[in-house]
């Protein structure tokens, strides 16, 4: 007969999901205290080497790194409703404004200031176009191209969500400047100048983004390939996320990731011209 401590080891898979769920509400009540690992795995009845691996294999990321998403999310919420950076920084429990700023340099790939900013001081040009895919919603910043998607339906509610993303930017319309990037994309137009991009998102977001942007044209890729490609195999869904949330498409080639069993998944602005994109580019590729 197993000693008791090892039944609480090793309990059953549908007693997993109740710990981990135990874990969460215990974390998310305590976040501001931000709780040492072995409190939140006694807490819980196991121990701290046993929680951690449950908890990841689970949770797809790190006790740790939950702690930090919690924290980070509650700080925003904060800063959206004050101008504050250290009531956010007592308010979060953390110990330093400077424990902040490195709290949202690692998971937002931003400074809390420019967090709060929302794009304030930036101007965006922007413009719709046609390409062989239908219209497009392009937008620059003095850095590159911040967003590019395509328009199906209200050409407002494509414009309404570029400023949503930048909310505080100023917002120019400009076809002059964006048709050339346009024509250049989409219809090869001929030029020296590389193409620049202004990309804001987590590490993780940025680091699955990049990797896209290594999937040659005409090659298609899974979910997770790219997760071990980027050193974090288990983070399938997060990859799956990430793709999702890719906010310049066709260049950033989201398109080329497929369902390991073949299938082409799904797409932000249709399967249907995901499939007309790859036919295009597997057509060039010859």
């Given at each position: 007969?197993?000693?008791m401590?090892?039944?609480m ?22 976040v501001?205290?931000?709780p ?9 009845g ?6 951690q ?10 006790p ?10 509650q700080?925003?919420q ?19 404004l400077g424990?902040l ?6 998971t ?7 967090y709060k ?11 719709i176009?046609?390409?062989p ?5 392009i ?9 590019l998607?395509f328009?199906?339906?209200s050409e ?8 949503e993303?930048?909310?505080?930017a100023?917002?120019t319309?400009?076809y002059?400047?964006t048709a050339?990037?346009?024509?250049r994309?989409?219809?090869?137009a ?6 620049k991009?202004?990309?804001?998102g987590?590490?993780?977001q ?7 942007l ?26 799956g ?10 260049l ?8 390991k069993?073949g299938e ?6 249709g399967?249907?011209?995901k499939?007309?994109?790859l ?5 060039g590729?010859?």
């Open positions: 007969m197993e000693p401590n090892q039944q080891q090793d309990p059953e898979p549908l007693q997993h999901y109740r710990l981990i769920e135990q874990a969460i509400q215990y974390i998310e009540t305590n501001k205290r931000q040492e690992l072995e409190e939140i795995a006694s807490a819980v196991l121990s701290e080497y046993h929680f691996r449950l908890f990841t294999r689970w949770a797809g990321i790190s740790k790194r939950f702690m930090q998403f919690l924290t980070k999310e700080a925003k904060i800063l959206d409703r004050s101008e504050n950076l250290l009531e956010a920084t007592h308010q979060t429990g953390l110990s330093s424990r700023h490195d709290l949202f340099v690692s937002e790939a931003m400074t809390p200031g420019e900013s929302r794009g304030a001081g930036v101007t965006i040009h922007y413009g176009h046609p390409t895919f239908g219209k497009c919603l937008a620059t910043t003095e850095r590159g191209i911040c967003h998607g328009v199906d339906g407002g509610k494509a414009i309404d969500g570029l400023v993303h930048w909310n505080h100023s917002m319309e400009d002059q400047s050339p990037l346009v024509n994309i989409f219809l090869g001929a030029t020296d100048a590389p193409l991009l202004h990309l804001r987590t590490n993780f940025i680091k699955v983004w990049e990797a896209l290594t999937i040659p044209t005409g090659a298609l890729t899974t979910y997770e390939h790219i997760a071990a490609n980027i050193g974090n195999p288990r983070a399938v869904r997060a990859v996320s990430a793709v999702g949330d890719n906010p310049i498409a066709y950033i080639p989201c398109h080329r990731v497929i369902r069993s082409f998944g799904n797409y932000l602005y399967t249907a011209r499939k007309a994109i036919a295009r580019e597997l057509v590729a010859d």
